[in-house]
């Protein structure tokens, strides 16, 4: 891989700015390669292993574009920070998009034939017992981000208690009253544990999906 140009100072930044203001379009190409180190940074908390994608990088430059077209300095911040929630909302777009097309491929995939011989499909099935896909599949998805969280935002008793109450991962669903007993402690510090766990799992939930 070419090795990034170094980032601008806060001085030749502005310069550069100023010059792309004034309709001088080599100055945007400056202020794109000198923030693709940005995009790399990036890029490399969302993919699955030391290795960039080149899907990654392309669609994270593409946040970076974006993000120098509409950039306004007059805001007083720095145009990486800026960009950095362009590049960012970017690849966000992109993996849910992809997580989308693998849903829907599953969907489509054979699950065996009818009397006829005719092959079936997951899809079929589930529209001819009045399930709602749609819905279920954005529910799916929500429940495994919740799964994923669980451990990122929420201390070892409040991921066990919101488990068990809400029956999750192949828990029993139990009331906030059995929970108590069994973890010998108040209803009523269940029900504080409980709703904090909620509160918590709600504002990482609406940073992820607004």
Known sequence: MEAFKEPLTKEEEELWLARYKDGELTAKDVLVESNLRLVAHIAKKYSKNEYISEDLLSVGTIGLIKAVNTFDNSKGIRLGTYASKCIENEILMHLRGEKKKIR?????EPIGTDKEGNVIHLLEVMISEGIDVVALCDREDKLKWLCDQFSKVLTKREQDIIVRRYGLVGEKEMTQRELAKELSISRSYVSRIE??????LREDFFKAYK
């Not at 829907?104 to 489509?108: K, T």
């Not at 709703?195 to 918590?200: I, M, P, S």
């Open 195 to 200: 709703k904090r766990a909620l509160e918590k």
């Open 104 to 108: 829907e491929i599953s969907l489509y």
